[in-house]
């Protein structure tokens, strides 16, 4: 083989399942063979234009066939692909696009605009939209139908550069995390084996492909067993429950909003759940309320912890366990070691708050540009500093305290603010919530709840902190609670604390 790359796999799966069904998107459903042979024309058209190993090509688009096909095309050339959020703002594009140095960019033509600044004042050679083109842009479509036949596909090892993905900038501004071609193989292979994917799946993705989470584990592992991808452009509940009866879907992933959008939707009751089989949540735990939803149908949740920098997946909980280890992200992947650490490096005895670190092939280059941040993430020993609290019960099954960044000191008293936020998350009216902290003049930080409330209910501080007395330490308390419409989140569905730390601290 002279490729151990990503690049090789369409081509793999074009030999061994030609007709079998790859992507379903919309009314198209598109073969490995096509998928592959689409890939082999987008490489050879890029190529042509100067693209060669280890030049940086990033994508700008929505969930969709091209997205994967030009993913594979790059990972062909030995370039390295660089998935932007359609969500960002122009300067964050800007950002994102020359901090990555790339040297072409493909993208849906709708986002043209908001990229044009990144374009002018980056190192991008040629601009390619989806499509049949506009006036002043090639399209992708017409490049792929007139490209030269041939290319060279280059020879690439494990540990070469396949992508670079932003983080999702809650604190400062985002890094690109440079994940290996061994890294995106190495989680493929931990879902593979901790999630019993199967050819016979069938997998809807209602979230973007563009962050880390629906790459390495949703779609990476599909296309390693030769399954079936149903590409959702966007998620829509109504939508995406009426695309899992139609198509059979056996796998689901998202985080706990979607889960709750899915099951507070009017067509819950009324539409065939009987082919699902793995429901996989990230992002935070499953709330009580949640998890009986879908207990009442006969599913349960594989719940996990990871980031950009694990690729993302460092821990899996089994639906088996879901109940009997509520509160926990479960076990290291199977190709992955998890410890946790002191203030002074040293691993801590089961039970003990601690920093989480992780270990194992999945785990980053280290991030694009900065050599002192990606000294400053790894250990002596190279263990990755996750920058997150967490420790282990008796039977190995991690549990997350807080982000560093997120701890609250209140009096000198430190309150995890997931601790708190669990509790409220099952107060009845509340449908999201974020615990952070305010500056206050006698205890340097208070805990503030910020939340948002279903239709018709009525949520006030009083009432939270009624619901916590007994349970919580008074300290924990929130000192007050604010209702807002929608909380601001990452791509990936984290709540963006940093924002409310700066909308409600200012002034205080």
């Known amino acids: 083989m002279h490729t151990q790359g990503i690049g090789f796999w369409l081509a793999q799966r074009r030999l061994k399942n030609p007709g079998k069904t790859a992507v379903v998107f919309g009314d198209v459903e598109l073969t490995y063979r096509q998928m592959a042979d689409a890939a082999d024309h987008v490489a050879a058209a890029l190529w042509h234009r100067g693209i060669r190993r280890g030049d940086a090509v990033a994508y700008i688009g929505e969930n969709s066939p091209q997205f994967l096909q030009v993913m594979f095309a790059v990972a062909q050339l030995g370039a390295v692909f660089v998935p932007v959020n359609t969500r960002l703002a122009g300067p964050e594009m800007e950002h994102v696009l020359v901090d990555s140095g790339a040297r072409a960019l493909v993208l849906d033509p709708e986002f043209l605009d908001r990229a044009m600044a990144g374009v002018q004042t980056g190192r991008i050679a040629h601009v390619i939209v989806t499509g049949e083109g506009l006036p002043e842009h090639p399209g992708l479509a017409r490049l792929v139908a007139d490209a030269p036949v041939g290319h060279t596909i280059a020879e690439v090892g494990l540990d070469d550069p396949a992508a670079i993905i932003y983080t999702s900038g809650t604190t400062g501004r985002p890094k690109g995390a440079v994940l290996s071609h061994g890294n995106l193989t190495w989680v493929a292979l931990n879902c593979i084996v901790d999630y019993d994917v199967v050819s016979t ?39 995406a429950l009426a695309q899992i009866q139609r198509h059979g879907v056996t796998m689901l992933s998202g985080v706990p909003t979607t889960y709750q959008m899915l099951a507070d939707h009017p067509d819950w009751a009324a539409t065939d759940l009987s082919t699902l089989q793995k429901l996989t949540c990230g992002g935070s735990a499953v709330p009580t ?63 003990t708050v601690g920093e989480i670190e992780i270990s194992g092939p999945n785990v980053f280059l280290g991030y694009h540009g ?63 919530v974020a615990v952070v902290g305010v500056p206050d003049d006698r205890w340097g930080e208070v805990p503030w709840a910020v939340v948002t409330v279903k239709e018709g209910a009525e949520v006030d501080t009083e009432i939270v902190r009624s619901r916590l007395d007994g349970v919580l330490a008074r300290y924990k308390l929130p000192k007050n609670v604010v209702v807002v419409e929608d909380l601001p989140r990452t791509a990936s569905g984290k709540v963006r604390k940093a924002d409310l730390r700066a909308r409600f601290g200012e002034g205080r």
Do not use: C
């Not at 993705?205 to 629906?214: Q, R």
């Open 201 to 239: 799946d069938v997998s809807l993705m209602i979230s973007p492909l563009f962050h880390v989470a629906s790459l390495g584990m949703g779609a990476l592992p599909v296309v390693l067993k030769g399954a079936t991808l149903v590409l959702e452009k966007g998620f829509e509940p109504g939508r």
């Open 289 to 351: 309320r949640i998890l009986n939803a879908y207990e009442e149908r006969g599913l349960s949740f594989s719940q996990g912890y990871g980031m950009t920098e694990t690729s993302p997946g460092a821990t899996s909980l089994a639906p088996s366990m879901t109940r009997e280890k509520q509160g926990s992200v479960g076990l290291p992947h199977f190709f992955t070691e998890v410890r946790i650490t002191d203030e002074h490096g040293d691993v801590v005895p089961r039970g």
């Open 370 to 432: 900065q050599p002192e941040a990606t000294a400053a993430a790894f250990t002596d020993d190279h263990w990755f500093r996750s920058g997150d609290l967490g420790y282990l019960d008796a039977d190995g099954y991690l549990y997350i305290a807080d982000r560093l960044k997120d701890m609250i000191i209140s009096g000198g008293e430190n309150i995890y603010p997931a601790e708190v936020e669990s509790l409220i998350s099952d107060i009845e009216g509340i449908s999201g």
